[in-house]
Each structure stands twice: as structure tokens, then as C-alpha cells.
Nanobody
């Protein structure tokens, strides 16, 4: 049974930082591309960042470039999202997702992902 468990969310002031983690189990982690998505109240879920299975390629949404960094540790079956310079508009439920699709590009589309976590809440106060 595949499980993705996010952690690290919380309440932070604007300009602050958080580091999200997503621990995977029940799959061969090194064979999966990983992504982070988020959903704010009243909005659709959107792509934030992704990293290919080997960690050699990453991709980011324009609105987080230069502020967020995705990384992974295949020895710990964990993917991370370091979030700096947080803004109130970053407030959302953050999900990690895993994809087994063999591609040469970073996956930015929800339907390309096979498994999803339950999410961790990030709230940024102004």
C-alpha cells in the first residue's frame, strides 16, 4: 500500500520560511518522479514544483521561482520543499504526489501523478 505523508506545514509570518517533507512508503521511491501541488480555499489545485526520479532535473511554477527549492533524498524515501520569503498568497494546503511515468521532462500536470498525500496546511500571515 502506497503512502505519502506530508509534514512541516504551519503558521508563519510573511517573509518567513518553512520546510515541507513528504515521506513515501510502499513504492520504490527512486523510480518515481515527485511533485508538490497546492490548493488555496476556493481555488483549484495548482502545480508548485517537481523533481525527476534521479534528482537531476527540477521545475517550478513561475510564482515560486527563486523562493522555493525542491529536493529529494532517495536513501530516505523523502522529498522536500524549502519555502523562503513566504507571502500571504502562499497560504494553501500543500500536497505531494508521485508519478511512475517515464518521461524526459518535469511533470507539471495533476493527471500525470499516480499517488497523492493528504496534504499539510501552510498559513502565511501578513
Amino acid at each position: 500500500q502506497v503512502q505519502l505523508v506530508e509534514s512541516g506545514g504551519g503558521l508563519v509570518q510573511a517573509g518567513g520560511s518553512l520546510r515541507l517533507s513528504c515521506a513515501a512508503s510502499g513504492l520504490t521511491f527512486s523510480r518515481y518522479d515527485m511533485g508538490w501541488f497546492r490548493q488555496a480555499p476556493g481555488k483549484e489545485r495548482e502545480f508548485v514544483a517537481a523533481i525527476r526520479r534521479s534528482g537531476d532535473s527540477t521545475g517550478y511554477a513561475e510564482f515560486v521561482k527563486g523562493r522555493f527549492t525542491i529536493s529529494r533524498d532517495n536513501t530516505k524515501n523523502t522529498v522536500y520543499l524549502q519555502m523562503n520569503s513566504l507571502k500571504p498568497e502562499d497560504t494553501a494546503l500543500y500536497y505531494c504526489a508521485a508519478s511512475s511515468r517515464a518521461t524526459v521532462v518535469v511533470l507539471r500536470t495533476e493527471r500525470m501523478y499516480d499517488y497523492w498525500g493528504q496534504g499539510t496546511q501552510v498559513t502565511v500571515s501578513s
